[in-house]
């Protein structure tokens, strides 16, 4: 028989080096995927805080709502220029007891 032909000389499952050198990568390789999994913990842990925080200001605005913007455009604020010097609740209390107190 030719050397390209013959089979390679394989080891012994069972000898004692062959089981410690794969106990040896088996070791690294689950030390590896731990690794792997605390990075991706705090990936998670990072990315939820993030929208948490987005969802948080998505919520609340700095800014004041337009003077006369949304207001005007569906009629709420249409009568105050009629009330002028009338406060909120003598307004609540002349629609109330239906007085025409406009004479």
Known sequence: ???SHRQ???????????????NERLSR???????ELIERDKRIFELERKLA?????STTTSKPPPRMGWRAS?????GAARRVGVNQAASRVIAATGVDWRR
């Open 1 to 3: 028989m030719r050397a």
């Open 8 to 22: 390679p000389r394989e080891e012994d499952p069972l000898k004692p080096e062959r089981l410690e050198r794969e």
């Open 29 to 35: 390789e689950v030390e590896r995927l731990r690794q």
């Open 53 to 57: 925080l987005r969802l948080q200001n």
């Open 74 to 78: 569906n009629g709420y604020g249409v």
